[in-house]
């Protein structure tokens, strides 16, 4: 990731808490703070307990974004220190996502009766996932990222193929995910988001399994 986008990452990060400061005086007195499955309001406080949640993910999401960025540093792995640049646009995502959720937290807060779209977050994660699947084929050999299954780590061969394979699989179903989700209630939006991430890591870890298997009875 270039020096610009490195840069920018820490606007987008912070640009929540500058729009709540731009439209805190247009907040009502009691904003919604928590919403139902289907995007309703159904709980509401004061601006104060408004601005403690927006500090606490905003504050989270730093956190985040430090530790997947740094986290290739303390990796044992001697190829480890090649996932920067993957983990640090990995991260820039992360951190644009959260953002947009504290983000659409306040204007959902200030508007009262406009509805929190879980579609659109869930399509958001669905985006996340693709991209997480563009990166994960050249993704090398480490304790903190992609699929560490126990196999795959012992044989670079496996965690190739096995990342080759889930990369494929994030991708195309990332991007499948977050055009459903944008089109089905709520609740159907939940059961497949949560049903298709299931699959896209189960699939890739049963292959490595049997990639496992295979080599170890042709070894015998």
Sequence with gaps: MNTILKKVIWLIMVAPAIYLAFVWNQLPKKVAIHFDLQGNPDRYGS?????????????????VYLVLTNIYRIDPKKNASENKNRLHSIAFAVAALLSAVVWMVIYSSMQGKIKFSTGLIFSGVGIL?????????????????????????????????????????????????????????????????????????????????????RGKLTKE
Excluded: D, Q
């Design 47 to 63: 601006k104060t307990e408004l601005l403690t949640t927006c500090i606490v993910l905003i504050v989270m999401n730093v956190i």
């Design 129 to 213: 996932l693709a991209v997480v699947g563009n990166y994960l084929p050249n993704m090398k050999p480490n304790y903190f990222a992609g699929l560490r299954l126990p196999w795959a780590l012992e044989s670079e061969e496996n965690w190739r193929r096995t990342h080759r394979l889930a990369g494929k699989l994030f991708f195309a179903g990332g991007i499948l995910l977050a055009v459903i989700c944008l089109f089905t209630p709520p609740v159907a939006s939940i059961i497949l988001f949560f049903t298709g991430t299931l699959i896209m890591i189960a699939v890739p870890c049963f292959y490595s399994y049997r990639l496992y298997k």
